[in-house]
Every structure is written in C-alpha cells, then in structure tokens.
C-alpha cells in the first residue's frame, strides 16, 4: 500500500512570499498526483492535475511539479486568499485514491 | 454548469446504516466517475470509493467490507450507503465528479482528478 506523506504540515508565511509545499510517495506513483486547496470552512478545490496540469480558472501563482515519488506545489507569491489546508492525492491503476495528510498554510 | 447537491439524514444512529444521495444537475452522469469523499471534523479527506455511470465500483480497502456505492442514471444520482456505523464515521460527506484526460504522447495514460465537488452533508452518528 502506498503512503502519501507532506511536510511541513503547517507553515506561515508573509503576503508576497514564495511557497513550496512538498509530498512524497513511499512508491512511484509516475505522474497521478493531484493538488487541492480547502479554505477554511469550504469544500476543497482541485488546482492542479496530472502533477503539474494547471486547472482551468486557477491563477497562474501556483504550480506543480514532480514525478515518482516526490512532487512539489508552490505558491509564487503568497496571496491573503490562498490561506488554507492543501491536499495531495494520488490514484493507482485501480482507481484507488488517497489523499495526503495536508498542509495548512498562514499568512505571518 | 454541472452541479451537485448531497442529500439525506444528518443524524444516524449507531450500529444503523448511513444512506446519502447525490444529485447531478446542470449536466449528464453519463461518461464519468462519481465519488465519494468524507472528512471527520477537524481532520484530512478519506476518498470513500467511486462508480462509474456504468455501474462498476471500487472503494477504499479500509471501508470496502461496509461501503456500498449505487448509480440510478434515469434520475441523474448515485448514492452512498455505509453499513454498521460507529462515532468514527462522524463526518462531512462530499460526492465530487471525476473527471479524466488523456495524456498529449504515446503511450496514452489517463490523468484522473476531482473536478466538481458538492458542499457537502454533514452526518453525526449518535444515540
């Protein structure tokens, strides 16, 4: 079974500043990792796909990269909306999802 | 624009089974994955499982032994019924559409990702 770690699970950061959040799998996973934002409060939202497919409508500040075992999502220049948890997932060939712990993101 | 609304009861009791809706508006069931994720309070997701409009499934092996997951195409829902619930299946429950793209190259792989999601329901298992 593949786990999906992140780090840090919570940071702070000042508004403007350049954020990476990292997750890792304990396999590779070749690309079939996607990113979701959840604000406080609300229902999460996909931003990124196929580990660094954009999602139509996001702002171009996040990007992700990555493929294997080791994929990064960064924010790059910290917005006050971007405060939130940000969610990792991963799938299998089997259609079988996980999502990684999160990582909850403050502005300083 | 597709839209998707969870319904059912708020309150289950324990050992009872959890039964929840979700209903597809704005566009067809047809051609996609359909999921459903939950999130306990102040915690992570946990993927539930999924089905297709075709009616194949799958589901997280945690929960597989107590999940079952059903699609009614002629009235555009699917539904999510959880058997022998406990205080831990306290949670938000979400139902999101998976939607999936091919890649540009060769060899062909197929992205997956949760596209559109609803707001959610939340349920709390109590006597």
Redesign the interface.
């Known amino acids: 079974d593949i786990q999906m770690t992140q780090s840090p699970s919570s940071l702070s950061a000042s508004v403007g500043d350049r954020v990476t959040i990292t997750c890792r799998a304990s396999q590779g996973i070749s690309n079939y990792l996607a990113w979701y934002q959840q604000k406080p409060g609300k229902v999460p939202k996909l931003l990124i796909y196929a580990a660094s497919t954009l999602q139509s409508g996001v702002p171009s500040r996040f990007s992700g990269s990555g493929s294997g075992t080791d994929f990064t999502l960064t924010i790059s220049s910290l917005q006050p909306e971007d405060v939130a948890t940000y969610y990792c997932q991963k799938y299998n060939s089997a259609l079988i999802f996980t999502f990684g712990p999160g990582t909850k993101v403050d502005i300083k | 624009q597709v839209q998707l609304q969870e319904s059912g009861p708020g309150l289950v009791k324990p050992s009872e089974t959890l039964s929840l809706t979700c209903t597809v508006s704005g566009g067809s069931i047809s051609s996609y994955?359909w999921?459903w994720?939950r999130q306990p309070p102040g915690k992570?997701?946990?993927?539930i499982g999924?089905i297709y409009y075709s009616g194949s499934t799958?589901y997280?092996?945690s929960l597989k032994s107590r999940v079952t997951i059903s699609v009614d195409t002629s009235k555009n829902q699917f539904s999510l019924k959880l058997s022998s619930v406990t205080a831990a299946d306290t949670a938000v429950y979400?139902c999101a559409r998976?939607s999936f793209e091919s890649?540009s190259f060769p060899p062909y792989?197929y992205?997956?990702?949760?596209?559109v999601?609803?707001?959610?329901t939340t349920v709390t298992v109590s006597s």
Do not use: A, R, T
């Open positions: 994955y999921s994720i992570g997701l946990e993927w999924y799958n997280n092996p979400y998976v890649s792989y992205y997956y990702y949760m596209d999601w609803g707001k959610g």
